[in-house]
């Protein structure tokens, strides 16, 4: 072969190369295009996570929440999509409105969340827990652990989550400023608990019903809830929160089926109990 033929085949192969990673290119933009494609009417982002509220049982994700979801689609008579994503990407989403319609994850109202998004009626109060090694307990005030006995401590939770926004204010600008104790952030509060038995953290802070789920699993661990220091013990009080649902501020059809649903579900029965109570109750396998 000559070298002018050569070069032409070389040439022509190489033309080829760059027509096959564009059509490849071209192919796994519309991959994504498709799979982002809305084929519900409604989308509602989650951290499955989060148990017994959500969490994956096999390849399904299920919990509180989830029974939650599927009343509101049936009310409204329409399909609701629910994906799992990073937790603290979702009030942003949402906000957007682009690739989220609400979420619904454990999710603490707060003056900078209520500027983006709207919020259901609260639907279950949950007490902060500090989840620590049996060997290695901090100090404990009748039944309960404060503030300050995490003072010069490695502190981790969920970021975004609750247990973090409480950690790092205490540490800007509350009891533990100046204190030395950090905050470090996971992506869930199983692997701010893992972090623990690998001496990465000291401490892992973390709603009530998630804490005792893992605590109840690893032998190693225990949990006891969160107090601000009153002026004596019996003073001392809880650092608590409320959960609701965030809803884009457009959805109004969307936060009216939430808020009807949870006040259905909130209502107390014969017993004094609520439906959501009984469904904690049911994914706490009690």
Known sequence: MSKKKSKKKAFLDA??????????????????????????????????FFAPFEFYEGREIKGVDVEIINRVAEKLGKSI????????????????????????AGLTITPSRTEKVNFSIPYYTSVQYVIYDKNMAPEVRNGHIVWDALAGKRLGSQTGGTGYLFAAEEIDNGVLKDK???????????????????HIIDFAIADE????FIVEKNPNLAALPLYYMGGNVAEDYPAEES????????????????????????????????EI??????????
Request: charged share 25%; glycine share 6%; aromatic share 8%.
């Open 15 to 48: 033309e080829k190369i760059v027509i096959s990673l564009i059509v490849l290119i071209i192919g796994i933009g519309t991959f994504f295009f498709i799979k982002n494609l809305r084929v519900s009417d409604y989308i509602i982002e989650t951290n499955a």
């Open 209 to 212: 019903l998630p804490a005792k």
């Open 277 to 286: 109570d009984r469904l904690v109750l049911k994914y706490m396998g009690f």
């Open 180 to 198: 030395g104790a950090e905050i470090k952030g996971f992506d869930s509060h199983q692997l701010a608990a893992d972090a623990i038995s690998a």
């Open 243 to 274: 959960y609701a649902v965030a809803v884009n501020k457009e959805r109004t059809e969307l936060l009216e089926a939430f808020n009807e649903v949870l006040a259905e579900m909130l209502t107390e029965d014969a017993d004094g109990i609520t």
């Open 81 to 104: 999509e629910i994906k799992d994503v990073e937790f603290d990407v979702i009030i942003d989403n949402v906000a957007a409105g682009k690739i989220a319609d609400a979420g619904v």
